[in-house]
């Protein structure tokens, strides 16, 4: 049996499928990896959290990554494995996709938002600190050219994009849910982690260890390779392509 027959086994005979994503995946876009040599955080450091709510001279610079696209978050294309994703999710067979991801493309690729569950944030919006409320990062170029401090127009809190940085506490209701399909779902199925970001990488121990068979397909090995019941080192987007081609055969 091929692996791309074994992986659409497994998903076919699954009630209910978890995707968990990582970088990997969207390097494959041309979004870079923030922690391998080479990578976005070998260029440049990361603002802590507690350094961009105390310094002006932090949050503008923070800033000026967003809008001079330094960090290579955003302006990307879905590639094969976002849309093989996609087609899973729209085929009834996936029911969430878990992302460390903030590059918003498995929205982009039609994965419906209520779907995704992303608990690392979204670079691809701004939210209040204090409020909570959205704000659409192009509504917030006029005061950063301005060299204004960019606040929430609902109650003057201090704006960030709404990823989660160094330093700030994980999201409780995206970690709630993403646990909830962990322990919920029979098949999880590791796309571009390597599984070593914590406490995002505990998230598909617990689907093994509440019973879920356990897929990893990643580039390099992962500490969890022994955990899974299949692993495979390959590209992501052209492997899923072969997966989705296997499922509509047996259809």
């Known amino acids: 049996m091929s692996n791309a027959k074994e992986l659409a086994s497994l998903i076919r005979h699954a009630e209910r499928v978890m995707v968990f994503t990582g970088a990997g995946i969207s390097t494959e876009s041309g979004i870079p990896d923030f922690r391998s040599p080479g990578g976005v955080w070998s260029k440049m450091q ?6 961009f709510v105390a310094s002006r001279e932090a949050r503008r610079e923070s800033w000026s990554r967003v809008f001079n696209r330094t960090a ?10 976002h849309y093989a994703i996609a087609e899973l999710v729209r085929r009834g067979k996936v029911g969430a996709v878990v992302t ?11 994965v419906p938002d209520h779907q995704v569950i992303e608990i690392h944030g979204n670079a691809s919006y ?7 409320m959205r704000h ?17 127009v609902n109650c003057a809190g201090l704006l960030k994009t709404a990823t989660i940085s160094f330093g700030q506490p994980m999201p409780e209701r995206e970690m709630e849910r993403a646990t909830a399909e962990a322990e919920a779902s029979d098949l999880c199925i590791v796309l571009g982690s390597s599984l070593v970001v914590y406490p995002a990488a505990g998230i598909p121990v ?9 897929a990893i397909i990643n580039r390099e090995p992962t500490d969890m390779d022994s955990y899974a ?19 509509e055969e047996t259809v």
């Open 46 to 51: 990361p603002i802590y959290f507690q350094d």
């Open 72 to 81: 290579g978050w955003v302006g990307a294309k879905p590639n094969p494995g």
């Open 126 to 132: 701004a939210k209040c600190l204090d409020c909570g």
């Open 229 to 247: 019941n299949m692993v495979l080192n390959v590209e992501i987007g052209a492997f899923m392509e072969e997966v989705l081609k296997e499922l």
């Open 206 to 214: 617990m689907a093994k260890r509440a019973g879920a068979k356990l």
């Open 136 to 152: 659409e990062i192009e509504e917030l170029r006029a005061p950063w050219e301005a060299d204004e401090e960019i606040i929430c």
């Open 100 to 110: 460390q991801n903030v590059d918003n493309l498995h929205q982009d690729a039609g």
